[in-house]
């Protein structure tokens, strides 16, 4: 019997202490510069940023201007570049004012020293680098879909809360961010995994004890 409880206790306990999963990456098709993520919220920057609040270094821009932005290859509206404009490692944090399990950004001219991180309560969740995404593709190559492409980060049944993007060079351009608002069902299902799991183990002292008598 306690070896029963035991087997019992053990996947339940695993579930509650579970470590934060990374958010599984994907790259939308070649051409794709919005998101077709269903109850998504998009950004396109053409009346302002657009988030809860939006801090540190960034522009919105048109066009293209020479060794300081460029427009992302398909799109012709206004988007975000970072940094602005500054030869020194720059960053743009963007708050969604909600948790959500869901980003996606139409990544122009992908570059090594573009980086996108994401946050929870101001701790890091993840953390990507252009290299990261599109490997030897993350060459800068303004003119191509293999360097301007659409990002998905699905973090299933994890969250965050915040969007850093830096760069330590020109620039980290990107527009149509997308973001789906987390639906909170996770926390009840945590918190009768772990009731479930203190009451198995208790059982189970309970058991070895009656097994000692």
């Given at each position: 019997?306690?070896?029963?409880?035991?087997?019992?206790?053990?996947?339940?306990?695993?579930?509650?202490?579970?470590?934060?999963?990374?958010?599984?990456?994907?790259?939308?098709?070649?051409?794709?510069?919005?998101?077709?993520?269903?109850g998504a919220t998009t950004i396109d920057f053409n009346s302002g940023?657009?988030?809860?609040?939006?801090?540190g270094d960034f522009a919105l821009v048109t066009g293209n201007q020479s060794?300081?932005?460029?427009?992302?290859?398909?799109?012709?509206?206004?988007?975000?570049?970072?940094?602005?404009p500054a030869p020194t490692t720059q960053s743009a944090i963007f708050n969604l004012g909600t948790a959500a399990d869901y980003f996606g950004i139409f990544w122009g001219s992908i570059d090594s020293y573009n980086f996108i991180s994401f946050y929870l309560n101001n701790s890091l969740v993840a953390s990507y680098s252009g290299s990261d995404i599109v490997g030897q593709f993350a060459n800068g190559n303004q003119l191509g879909y293999s360097s301007n492409r659409?990002?998905?980060?699905?973090?299933?049944?994890?969250?965050?809360?915040?969007?850093?993007?830096?760069?330590?060079?020109f620039a980290f351009e990107s527009d149509n961010h997308a973001f789906k608002k987390l639906v909170s069902v996770t926390e009840p299902t945590t918190a009768l995994l772990?009731?479930?799991?203190?009451?198995?183990?208790a059982l189970a002292r309970r058991q070895e004890r009656i097994s000692r008598q």
């Open positions: 019997m306690k070896n029963l409880f035991t087997a019992l206790l053990f996947p339940l306990l695993l579930a509650t202490c579970a470590a934060q999963a990374l958010p599984i990456v994907s790259l939308s098709n070649a051409g794709d510069v919005t998101s077709s993520v269903a940023c657009g988030y809860a609040s939006c801090s060794g300081k932005y460029a427009q992302p290859f398909g799109v012709n509206s206004q988007y975000l570049t970072v940094p602005n659409y990002i998905n980060f699905d973090f299933g049944s994890e969250s965050f809360d915040s969007v850093k993007l830096t760069s330590n060079g772990f009731l479930l799991g203190l009451i198995g183990l």
